[in-house]
Each structure stands twice: as C-alpha cells, then as structure tokens.
C-alpha cells in the first residue's frame, strides 16, 4: 500500500484504494487455487444513482476477485413478498456463497425483514442479528462481521500495527451498521471504547481523548481540528454528496480533512478511504463462506 505525505498537510494519507487493490489481488490468487468457485448474489430495488455505482462496483470486484458474480437489478415498485421469494431461492443455492441486498429500500419493503431472510451464513454484510450477536459475544468464528467496520480495522492495523490493546478508541455514530459494529471490533481487540452519539453532551470533549478516531455520522465535516488529539488516527467512514455554488457536485467525509490533517498523524480521504476498504471486505466475506463450505 503506498501510504504518502501530502505536501500541505503533516498527517499521512491512508491509501484504502491501493489497500483494497492489494487485498482484491489476494483474494484472487486464493481463488486460483481453491477448486470451488465463491458466488455473490448482489441485489438492487429501484434506480437510486449512488446504489447503483455501489452495485456496479461490487459486481466488478467480485468478478476480478475470479467469483461467480449475479446481480439482480429490481424495478423501484418490486413487492416484498417477491424480494423475499428471490431471497429464498438464494438461500438454498449452491452456487451462492454470499448475499446482498442493497440499502436503502423503497418505502413498501422493511429492510429488517428482509435482512433477517438471508441465511446467517451467507449474510456477507454481516447485518443479520445472529451474525451481529456473535460479534458482540466475541464468537468470531462462525460469525460474519460487518463490512465496513472489518475495513476500518485493517486500515487501522495497517497504520498501527496488529496490537491496539489499551489504545482509546472513540467512535462518532451509533448505527447498527457502522458505529455500534466497529466499537464491538475495537473492543475485542482490547482497546477501550467511547460511543458518541447525537445525544453526547460537548463530544468534542471526549473526541480530542481519542488515539483513534472513527466518524460514521453522515453530516459532512462534522469533525474540525479542535476535535481531534495531536497524533491521532482518523478514520472517515461518512459519504456526502455536496454541491458548490456553481452546481458541481463532489463527495466529502464527516471530517474537515484539510484541518484535520495538520493534527492527525493518519487520515483516511474521502472519497478513496474506507469505500473501497468496504468492498474488499465484502469479497473477504464471500471468500470467507466460499472457505466454511469445502
Ligand atoms: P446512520 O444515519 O444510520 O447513523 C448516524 C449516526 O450518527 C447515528 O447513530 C446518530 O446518533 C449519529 N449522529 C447524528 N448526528 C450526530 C452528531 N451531530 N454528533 C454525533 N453523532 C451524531 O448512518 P450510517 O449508516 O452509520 O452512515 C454514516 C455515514 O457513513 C454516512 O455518511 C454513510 O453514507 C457513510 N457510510 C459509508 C460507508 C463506506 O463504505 N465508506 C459505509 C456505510 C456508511
């Protein structure tokens, strides 16, 4: 991974591209060799533009990782009952490793119902809640932990090193899919964690205690320099389509970046950080079950 200084700013910014790269290219030469081929099922309701690109890249991913690779693109008005049935179908496929549904869903599906439908062991997003109870059991290993957290964790270990015990780890955003996931992760390896939240009094107290900061908020440069610890690591998971004021549109985290990084020792971009770290876990996951099933 080529990790580079910036030459404006003192923190290093963390490759997750050229990690995810690395991370795809192993996945693939594992395949080579494995004797089965790992299925991904990839599933899409409606035409929201940015599920598609995260569709889009999944399936392209997969088929570089050397997988079985079907996408299912669903028109905007398909019922429940008939996301279900596919769903079930997949379940009992053989050639099937892994499954995932795209969120978010139109209004007349109930994503829980429907995460709850996928088979635990090819819940490659890690979102069904036995996979969620095995995580915060601490039984790893049947369980399929969620793929973005399973990202921040190498991007971490990468920077740091694999020993994190007694590190503070302080995560921004509590959603069952991103916050509450990774503080689990960084729990079980033995650091101490804070959850911040939409209810935390003055969080930017508790965040400048933090030797690793992790934002999954969705509010866009929520976190300025006087949140962070002078050598911290930063890890940006938020994903916020802005325009300026002619109109052109452009992706940022729910970091300031630029300010940041004159304090951070470490920050991931956005985009080009966690987003393709997210995929490359997915893939692991798929591998993953493709590996329990021989
Ligand atoms: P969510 O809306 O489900 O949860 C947001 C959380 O932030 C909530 O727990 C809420 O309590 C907390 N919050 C809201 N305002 C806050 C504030 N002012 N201070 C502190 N906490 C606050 O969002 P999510 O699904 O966890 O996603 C968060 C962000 O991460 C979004 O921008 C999303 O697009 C992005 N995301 C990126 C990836 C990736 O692969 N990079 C994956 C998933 C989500």
Redesign the pocket.
Known sequence: MNSTVSPLNAAKRIDGKGCADQIIASIADRVAILGIQPGLAVILVGADSASQTYVNSKSKRAKECGFYSAQYDLPEDTSEVALLELIEQLNVDDQIHGILVQLPLPDQIDPEKVIQAIDPTKDVDGFHFNNAGRLQAGALEQALIPC?PL?CLHLIQHELGAELRGKHVVV????N???KPVASLLLQQDCTVTT???G?VN?EQICRLADILIV????PQ?VKADWVKPGAVVID????YVEDSSGKGRLIG?VHFDAVAEKAAAITPVPGG??PM?IAMLMQNTLLVAERAL
């Open positions: 973005t990202g921004v955003g509590r959603s899919i991103v916050g911040v939240h939409s935390t969080p999954a908020v969705g509010v929520l998971v938020g994903i916020n729910d966690v987003g997210t």
